[in-house]
């Protein structure tokens, strides 16, 4: 049984597989909470994160700020904001759903400041069984292997609904047998299945698409009593069964905090605004979400890295789920390394509809209001507590500027290098450089020299920290040629490898990152997507460029002139015959053999 972590607010979530839950308290300044004007639950939490109180709301912001009130008529407020050091949220469509959500959460986490329910009964739901001639029941304990719709909050209305199934369809609710009938099948409220078994699967199948959510197959019989009624001006019993049409369609409808679907599921949310994304981990257990996490990024673009680095972080500290619902497919390596990790095989998809696609939909939806919230908070943007954060543990005074080098090469080919450079914890792209690599070298520790050695020869100022992606070695390396320059003292120097997750620096022992260090991570993923998009480029422009210097007539001058007319060599790629003979200086002989080189196939 895998453990459900407590709902999470993290304003400083980090990319690392090796981070702990990272301190975002808000502080409990009514201005500063930032919560969404949607219908959802909330909890008080105290400095340790415990949750003090929970409740629900149909307009989250008006009721959490009501706590506020200079005057209040219940004894515990004064107290619960005393204590409570931040708030949190899960966001519902449907009060109704907060209703079910608050319940769940009460059980789960026995607050402090909440009144326990004295029976603590869970909301009742409907389930067929898996007999051979099935059995409808309403029940809090459903068998095992039974089909189960619910929790209803409205447990009236649920008991009138299999009432109706019970009328419509003669869904059989005795718990045995009977050779002769029972009472039930002889009243009409049973078809009687141990008498006259033909025909009653298709009655169970009807009476299913009814709890799926099609109420149509017993709206009619409704309104028809309704009609009854009104005809026999008894205008109460009409107006009962009218309510009761719209009751049942409501209860139908609003499944998105529980389902039968919902067993042992993790539902990802993500949401993206420049260089900062929110992933939101909604976790259901036993039909009914049960928790939520947040997970604050420092985002590349690639909303697949993002994504991964998340639930690296999420799942080393408790087992996956047996299905895990995602925004966007994931690297299949990247699958089967949680998969060995966890020691168990789980299902990971895209749900594009149905109850799991609103689950994962609602994911979305919290995501986009952690990181509204985030961006908000008074105490500072998510980037500079992670620079803060890093300075700290370093022992260095600040971390403003940090610049980090990476290097790509495929068999000694394509060379390159790049340098990104992190302001206060925010990439700030309009500094980032790339390299090709002149030398011979074709080992990353010489290629990583000569590229460290162009960026210093062009440096007027320094920054604080200095990140190479590699480890002791390229440590060493990269400390020998600042020595060489009498730099060693200047900045930081520290290097950190690709999925290893350890920090080396000179003169102290390896240091495996958690939360503090998230930065670093950051700029090490940061650079390696950079360079790699460099080094994807340059063998794109080359196995175009090289069959073009092959072509007999075509030198380096008449090659600019092309490449300057024509748009690069895209442009070149897609010119037919004749737009490439009106190139100055080219003619129809050579644009004749610029195409059939370029489009073998055509000719």
């Known amino acids: 049984m895998r453990s459900s972590n407590s709902v999470t607010i993290c304003a400083g979530h980090c990319p690392s597989s090796a981070l702990r839950h990272c301190d975002s308290r808000m502080g409990l300044d009514p201005s500063s909470l930032d919560l969404p004007n949607s219908s959802g639950v909330y909890m008080f939490k105290d400095e340790r994160e415990r949750v003090l109180y929970v409740g629900k709301a149909t307009n989250l912001s008006n009721r959490v700020r009501s706590y506020f009130a200079s005057s209040h008529d219940r ?8 204590d409570a050091e931040s708030v949190d949220c899960i966001a519902t469509p449907t009060p109704s759903d907060a209703l079910v959500l608050e319940r769940q959460l009460i059980r789960k986490y026995r607050p402090r400041y909440n009144s326990m329910l004295k029976d ?27 089909r189960v719709w619910g929790p209803f909050p409205d447990a009236g209305t649920a008991k009138r609904l299999i009432q109706l199934i019970r009328r419509e369809f003669g869904v059989r609710d005795c718990p045995e ?5 029972c009472l039930s099948m002889h009243i009409g409220l049973c078809h009687g299945p141990c008498v006259q078994p033909d025909g009653y699967a298709k009655k169970v199948q009807a009476a299913t698409a009814v709890l799926d959510g099609d109420a149509s197959l017993i ?7 309704m009609e009854e009624a009104a005809a026999e001006l008894a205008f109460e019993v009409a107006a009962d069964r009218r309510d009761l049409i719209a009751r049942i369609e409501r209860m139908l409808s609003q499944k998105v905090v529980s389902s039968r679907f919902y067993q042992d599921t993790d539902a990802v949310g993500f949401a993206e605004r420049g260089d900062l994304a929110t992933v939101t981990v909604l976790q259901a257990i036993d039909g009914t979400i049960q928790g939520k996490q947040d997970y604050s990024m420092i985002h590349g673009g690639d909303i697949v890295e993002t994504v991964q680095r998340a639930l690296d972080v999420h799942y080393m500290a408790q087992q996956p789920p047996k299905r895990l619902l995602v925004p966007t497919p994931l690297d299949q390596d990247f699958i089967e390394q949680l998969q060995a990790g966890a020691r168990i095989s789980f299902e990971v998809r895209v749900p594009q509809r149905g109850d799991l696609a609103t689950l994962r939909s609602l994911a979305d939806q919290n995501a986009k209001i952690h990181l509204q919230r985030s961006r908000n908070s008074t105490k500072g943007s998510i980037e500079a507590k992670a620079a803060a954060d890093l300075a700290e543990v370093l022992g260095i005074e600040t971390v403003q500027t940090l610049v980090c080098f990476d290097m790509a090469q495929i068999q000694g080919d394509h060379r390159v290098g790049a340098m990104v450079v992190f302001q206060n914890g925010r990439p700030e792209r309009r500094s980032y450089r790339t390299y090709k690599v002149n030398g011979k070298a074709n080992d990353d520790l010489r290629m990583m020299a000569e590229v460290v050695e162009r960026w210093l020869k062009r440096q007027s100022s320094w920054p604080d920290v200095m990140l190479l992606d590699g ?3 390229h ?87 092309l490449l300057r007319h024509l748009g690069g060599l895209k442009g070149i790629q897609a010119a037919s015959k004749d737009q490439i003979t009106r190139v100055p200086t ?14 073998p196939r055509d000719i």
């Open 177 to 181: 047998l009977l050779p002769q009938g």
């Open 475 to 561: 440590l060493a390396t990269i400390h020998t040629l600042l020595e060489g320059h009498g730099l060693n003292d200047r900045f930081l120097l520290c290097a950190i490898a690709k999925r290893e997750e350890v920090l080396h620096r000179l003169d102290n022992d390896p240091w495996h990152i958690d939360s503090s260090g998230r930065l670093l991570v950051a700029a090490r993923d940061e650079a390696h997507r950079f360079v790699n998009t460099f080094h994807r480029k340059q063998r794109a422009r080359a196995s175009l460029k090289d069959p073009l210097e092959t072509i007999p007539g075509l030198g380096a001058k008449r090659l600019q002139t």
């Open 120 to 146: 603590d009964k869970s909301y009742p739901m409907i389930a067929l069984t898996k007999d051979e001639h099935p059995r409808i029941l309403y029940t809090r304990n459903p068998p095992k292997e039974a």
């Open 75 to 82: 004894e515990m407020v004064p107290l619960l904001v005393r």
């Open 471 to 473: 480890g002791a070695t």
């Open 219 to 225: 709206r009619e019989r409704i309104i028809k009593e």
């Open 586 to 599: 080219i003619g129809p002989t050579l644009a004749e053999r610029i195409y059939t080189t370029l489009h």
